[in-house]
């Protein structure tokens, strides 16, 4: 008796570990969809080190802002899932790998952290160069890294091109109840200089982390794509060019000898 007792316990325990793994299934999807929303090339996460070496496409991106806004925790959280508790400035830069697979490649984001304290910033402006985007990060509870986002704008487009890719972000989205930034004033703030897209993340719980990098990676594949094309066209065209010349060649040729 005891035994069966024990067996139907047992049951309504695994029936219970069943449920709660199809709830945690069920709520990793309804995450997963939000993240799919903006995911025209169905990017995904890859858990690989750091080292890989077997990467299709390689994209810099560079993260930029004032010192403290959280731009280390919002690179180790995409990269590392890691929230790190004790604040310790960057010097200089960091470079960390965050790799997708998209459209059955393995496309590598070498992201550079960069430092946001005032007396390396004359450092880090060759830091800028050939990166393919820019995350320029503020705090939603600091308005001084708000005020400050045009002088960063400013010597991104100096030291890289004009035409760079920005996304803002507002981090810290967690200390709500100390925000000072409204989602709009930020939203409009990206609107009206075109940048490519906004987000309001926390890095402390990784809210909008992994969806703001699938849509970088997204964004920088369509790119690729363009690019690719444009290059394999123009080199078409040129071919056929060449051989229009070389069929009128021949008709000169013919002339001559007539
Ligand atoms: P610099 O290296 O000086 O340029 O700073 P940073 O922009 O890299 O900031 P960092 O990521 O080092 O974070 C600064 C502090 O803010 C740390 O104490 C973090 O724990 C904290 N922090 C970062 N992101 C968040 C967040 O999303 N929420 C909260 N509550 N704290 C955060």
Same mark, same amino acid.
């Given at each position: 008796?005891?035994?069966?007792?024990?067996? #139907?316990?047992?049951?309504?325990?695994?029936?219970?570990?069943?449920?709660?793994?199809?709830?945690?299934?069920?709520?990793?999807? *309804? +995450? !997963?969809?939000?993240?799919? +929303?903006?995911?025209?090339? !169905?990017?995904?996460?890859?858990?690989?080190?750091?080292?890989? $070496?077997?990467?299709?496409?390689?994209?810099?991106?560079?993260?930029?802002?004032?010192?403290?806004?959280?731009?280390?925790?919002?690179?180790?959280?995409?990269?590392?899932?890691?929230? $790190?508790?004790?604040?310790?400035?960057?010097?200089?830069?960091?470079?960390?790998?965050?790799?997708? %697979?998209?459209?059955?490649?393995?496309?590598?984001?070498?992201?550079?952290?960069?430092?946001?304290?005032?007396?390396?910033?004359?450092?880090?402006?060759?830091?800028?160069?050939?990166?393919?985007?820019?995350? #320029?990060?503020?705090?939603?509870?600091?308005?001084?890294?708000?005020?400050?986002?045009?002088?960063?704008?400013?010597?991104?487009?100096?030291?890289?091109?004009?035409?760079?890719?920005?996304?803002?972000?507002?981090?810290?989205?967690?200390? +709500?109840?100390?925000?000072?930034?409204?989602?709009?004033?930020?939203?409009?703030?990206?609107?009206?200089?075109?940048?490519?897209?906004?987000?309001?993340?926390?890095?402390?719980?990784? *809210?909008?982390?992994?969806?703001?990098?699938?849509? #970088?990676?997204?964004?920088?594949?369509?790119?690729?794509?363009?690019?690719?094309? *444009?290059?394999?066209?123009?080199?078409?065209?040129?071919?056929?060019?060449?051989?229009?010349?070389? %069929?009128? %060649?021949?008709?000169?040729? %013919?002339?001559?000898?007539?």
């Amino acid at each position: 008796m005891k035994n069966s007792e024990d067996n #139907i316990d047992n049951d309504e325990d695994n029936n219970n570990i069943a449920k709660e793994d199809a709830n945690e299934i069920s709520k990793s999807e *309804e +995450e !997963n969809s939000e993240i799919i +929303e903006d995911n025209k090339y !169905n990017a995904e996460i890859l858990s690989l080190p750091n080292e890989f $070496p077997d990467y299709h496409i390689n994209f810099k991106v560079i993260v930029i802002g004032n010192s403290s806004v959280g731009k280390t925790c919002i690179t180790n959280q995409a990269t590392k899932n890691f929230f $790190p508790n004790n604040y310790q400035a960057t010097i200089g830069m960091e470079i960390y790998s965050l790799f997708l %697979k998209i459209d059955k490649k393995i496309i590598k984001l070498q992201i550079w952290d960069t430092c946001g304290q005032e007396i390396y910033r004359s450092l880090i402006t060759n830091f800028y160069r050939s990166s393919s985007l820019a995350i #320029i990060v503020y705090a939603i509870n600091k308005r001084e890294s708000f005020k400050d986002l045009s002088l960063w704008i400013k010597e991104l487009k100096l030291n890289n091109s004009p035409d760079t890719k920005i996304i803002l972000v507002g981090n810290k989205l967690d200390l +709500e109840n100390e925000r000072k930034i409204e989602y709009e004033e930020g939203k409009q703030f990206a609107d009206d200089y075109g940048f490519i897209d906004f987000f309001e993340t926390s890095a402390k719980t990784g *809210e909008n982390i992994k969806k703001m990098f699938i849509k #970088i990676a997204n964004i920088l594949y369509e790119d690729h794509l363009k690019y690719s094309e *444009e290059i394999s066209y123009g080199s078409k065209t040129s071919s056929s060019n060449n051989h229009q010349l070389k %069929k009128k %060649k021949k008709v000169k040729d %013919k002339k001559k000898c007539c």
